[in-house]
């Protein structure tokens, strides 16, 4: 990593409060280059908290950004951090809207030349996406990086129709424990307890909301970018990584956008910006290739930045399988359209004769987690128990290989139920010859939604149907001596949570049933030279502490089985930050635990629990603070069966304190 002290201009920062047309004020952190004449702006915005959550990240970009001569705004979303307002629903209106309302409103800024562009990781980008489906006339151009234009088809909540645990119970938790936070009376004055206390009055757990909305319905329709691609008219830069579940988002914005505004990168990395050099790596010069983005739509220079492949891609080289990756070998190629014109569909049958796929309840502990950030138990380890639990096929690659493999992967499937309900997990496996079993990618379908997403279809008791899905895009070369293995389980568990019934899985008849890769021809490689990025480069970094323990540390995933009574236990550490001090005082400590139980014949064993402490004080002036939150969640046979609760101290005194407790009932998910 460069971290660079000297640019063209020097900076200034200022926190100032946007006013909205309903009174409500947002909080704003603007650094802008020191210069007489009007810049473009460039916005983040988010409910990260700009004050002390995202500080140490946004030092890194946003002063980088003002020193090559933009006015770099980071803001926090209404109702979080020392924004007025109370928390609101992430896909609502609500938000978007406002988002649209700030772009506006740094577009009319004397400091300002009139465009504006968006950035954002997460959620940080897909609202920047549903910003630009509003189509305010100031925003020119977007990055979104690891995002998502559908929340139900490619978010944590759903997953091939299927509701997911490790991914909702885990974040709504999170969320949950994130808007209970105070606001910081060093930024937000006198008057942040009282309005700490309206605030969280108005905290709601966004898995009611999320669990009262099992098909794709208006609720999803509304938060969905992807809804209206028609209607975004500012240029897209969208960028994910392989090992990001978000990563579809790319190829779906690069196939509906129109090729002279839209551009895609997929690096192998994680759900990380690709400057951070965490696993999996190699890094890029990630902010010098926004740069480039900016200056081209938002100064109009000619750079040729609109000159690069339609989309750039890294294809991975054959690794063996571990939970993280300092740096993972393979190449850059690029693509000048997709669907690309160098990629054609492979399809493999299966063969064998019927067989009855009926996977362990715990099937799917070693998946690895849901969001990998680049800790060093995020990715999944050797795959060789979770074949065990599946049925397996093979593919041998011929010794003229590689096979490379870059798209999204397809299985079509002959199926057989004997009750209304069932899930189906693929995933594609890189076998080496000493029998080390690498997953490459993977998908879902919950049998009920296999007529579409918008409805619930309960099976034909002791028939036969067709069905076919898609895995998450990949890009890797399986090399000649190895084995590709499609591997088929029932269950998938914490990922995709299991229904009365389920245990009983399926028939799957081969003779009907295939694989399809999408295989990349070797011709294209004269297409591929020449791509090549900057070294990673940042701004010098916030001078957070982070304080020596004596504490042994907390495994990032620990598997525990109860051999006695057939339960596994999946703990999971989410390593949100530990303890960290911030150069004005401010002290934070985060602790979470997730838990996953299941009992190996009996789906409805299964149980979440996610407890989170966030403690957030400062010696002088004196103010202490703690929020704790526990979330729990199980399924009978009809429904969900939702607790939470928070508690809210100011030193030793309990200044807020709320439980619920709800039952939702069960769609076919």
């Known amino acids: 990593m460069i971290i660079r002290t000297d640019f063209p201009y020097d900076t200034a920062h200022e926190d100032v409060r946007i006013p909205l047309q309903d009174g409500v004020e947002l909080y704003a952190r603007i650094w802008r280059p020191r210069t007489d004449e009007a810049v473009p702006a460039l916005l983040e915005y988010l409910p990260g908290r700009l004050t002390d959550r995202t500080a140490p990240r946004d030092a890194q970009r946003h002063p980088w950004y003002a020193g090559h001569g933009y006015a770099s705004v ?199 910006y690709p400057d951070h050099g965490l696993s999996p790596g190699p890094a890029v010069g990630f902010l010098q290739e926004t740069l480039r983005w900016w200056d081209h739509w938002l100064k109009g220079a000619d750079n040729g930045v609109m000159d690069e492949p339609l989309l750039r891609s890294w294809i991975s080289g054959s690794h063996r399988p571990a939970t993280a990756y300092e740096h993972l070998e393979g190449r850059w190629v690029g693509d000048p359209a997709w669907p690309s014109p160098a990629v054609a569909p492979v399809t493999y049958g299966l063969q064998g004769a019927p067989v009855i796929v009926a996977s362990p309840q715990y099937t799917g502990v070693d998946a690895g987690r849901f969001v990998p950030s680049g800790d060093d138990a995020d990715l999944p380890p050797d795959q060789r128990e979770e074949d065990a639990k599946s049925a397996c096929f093979e593919f041998p690659v011929p010794d003229a290989g590689p096979v490379e493999v870059l798209g999204r992967p397809q299985v079509t499937l002959r199926l057989r139920l004997d009750v209304p309900y069932g899930q189906v997990v693929a995933r594609l496996c890189d076998v080496a010859p000493d029998g080390a079993s690498t997953l490459v990618t993977r998908g879902a379908l919950n049998l009920s939604a296999r007529q579409g997403r918008e409805k619930a279809v309960p099976w034909p008791l002791g028939a036969f149907e067709d069905v076919s899905f898609e895995l998450s895009a990949i890009g890797h070369a399986f090399p000649p001596g190895h084995r590709i293995r499609l591997a088929l389980s029932s269950a998938y568990w914490p990922w995709v949570w299991p229904r009365a019934g389920s245990e009983a899985g399926w028939t799957l008849e081969p003779a009907g049933s295939a694989l399809t890769l999408p295989v990349r021809s070797a011709a294209a490689g004269a297409a591929d030279s020449g791509i090549v990025f900057e070294a990673p480069e940042q701004a010098p970094p916030l001078a957070v502490a982070v304080p020596a323990t004596l504490d042994e540390p907390v495994p990032g995933r620990l598997v525990v089985r109860d051999v006695a009574s057939g339960t596994w236990r999946l703990e999971v550490d989410p390593r949100y930050g530990g303890t960290r001090i911030y150069p004005d005082g401010l002290e934070v400590v985060d602790d979470a635990l997730d838990v996953y139980e299941i009992q190996e014949a009996d789906p409805l064993s299964a149980r979440t629990r996610s407890d989170w402490r966030i403690r957030m004080h400062r010696p002088e002036p004196a103010w202490d603070t703690q929020v704790e939150t526990h979330a729990e969640t199980t399924c009978d046979e009809g429904g969900f069966v939702v607790a939470n609760e928070v508690v809210c101290r100011e030193g030793d005194e309990v200044v807020f304190h709320r439980t619920w407790q709800r039952r939702l009932p069960r769609a076919a998910t």
């Not at 060093?186 to 966004?206: H, I, M, S, T």
């Not at 028609?230 to 509906?256: E, I, K, M, Q, Y």
Request: charged share 15%.
């Open 74 to 272: 980071r803001v926090d979303v209404r109702g979080h951090g020392c924004s007025g307002g109370n928390p609101g629903d992430a896909y609502g209106a609500q938000e978007a809207a406002d988002g649209a309302a700030v772009v506006e409103w740094l577009a009319q800024q004397p400091w300002c030349t009139g465009p504006v562009g968006m950035f954002g990781i997460g959620r940080g980008g897909t609202g920047s996406l549903r910003i630009a489906a509003l189509a305010p006339p100031a925003l020119k151009a977007v990055v979104a990086v690891c995002s998502t234009d559908d929340p139900y088809e490619n978010g944590v909540h759903y997953w091939g129709g299927s509701a997911t645990a490790a991914g909702m119970c885990a974040r709504s938790a999170a969320l949950t424990a994130f808007a209970a936070r105070p606001p910081d009376p060093l930024f937000a004055g006198d008057g942040w307890r009282e309005q700490w206390l309206a605030r969280l009055e108005a905290v709601e757990p966004p898995l009611h909301t999320w669990l009262a909305h099992q098909t794709r319905d208006a609720y999803w329709h509304l938060g969905s970018a992807g809804e209206d691609l028609g209607a975004v008219g500012a240029a897209v830069l969208a960028v994910g990584g392989w090992h990001d579940p978000f990563r579809d988002t790319v190829l779906r914005l690069l196939s509906a956008l129109p090729a002279d505004r839209v551009r895609g990168l997929i690096g192998p990395w994680a759900h990380r």
